[in-house]
T-cell receptor
């Protein structure tokens, strides 16, 4: 158990809909990262938050957005869903008090999104 | 940009065989290097890491050495067990920047009794 929790575990929805994925980091970790794992693209970094502020953006679509709340949990919002958005979405957390420090990221169990 | 390359294709081997999974990287400076493992239906778990050249990471019988001269971080285990069957991902975190991970495509390892 990494200490990172994600809900829901599975999500099935239709094209055009909007969903919210939730992540609670390990106790004491200030950084939250979101990754997407799909068969064709592999594991791709989406976005990072540090103590409530956006710190880095990766291959995140404009239809996707995220935020980190004062209690440090994070939500990833996916809207206007398309079939190609079906994937496993992982959240990870780390201390990350210093940039480029090579902190270990601890991953949650993931949310499997299926868009029909 | 930063990238990680893992050898193509699944790896199938017998119990107690020697395992090697190749990983090479492209990055500026001295990135931190990681091996993560994903068991069926689960999230990624850190297997080992190395943060500077010539460092050797090790855990559960697995080892990998950070080779700056060959930009490699190959994973090895001397005697695999059926319980080692999983997908193994090599990843890097760039130096001096944010801590985002760049992953290789992963290798499915199947150990046959």
């Amino acid at each position: 158990d990494s200490g990172v929790t994600q809900t829901p575990k599975h999500l099935i929805t239709a094209t055009g809909q909007r969903v919210t994925l939730r992540c609670s980091p390990r106790s004491g970790d200030l950084s939250v990262y979101w990754y997407q794992q799909s068969l064709d693209q592999g594991l791709q970094f989406l976005i990072q938050y540090y103590n409530g502020e956006e710190r880095a953006k990766g291959n995140i679509l404009e239809r996707f957005s995220a935020q980190q709340f004062p209690d440090l949990h994070s939500e990833l919002n996916l809207s206007s869903l398309e079939l190609g958005d079906s994937a496993l979405y992982f959240c990870a957390s780390s201390e990350s008090r210093k940039q480029g420090s090579g902190d270990t990221q601890y991953f949650g169990p993931g949310t499997r999104l299926t868009v029909l | 940009g930063n990238s990680v390359t893992q050898m193509e294709g699944p790896v199938t081997l017998s119990e107690e065989a020697f395992l090697t999974i190749n990983c090479t990287y492209t990055a500026t400076g001295y990135p931190s290097l990681f091996w993560y493992v994903q068991y069926p239906g689960e999230g990624l778990q850190l297997l080992l890491k190395a943060t500077k050249a010539d460092d050797k990471g090790s855990n559960k019988g697995f080892e990998a050495t950070y080779r700056k001269e060959t930009t490699s971080f190959h994973l090895e285990k001397g005697s695999v067990q059926v319980s080692d069957s999983a997908v193994y991902f090599c990843a890097l975190s760039p130096s001096g920047g944010n801590n985002r991970l760049a992953f290789g495509k992963g290798n499915q390892v199947v150990v046959i009794p």
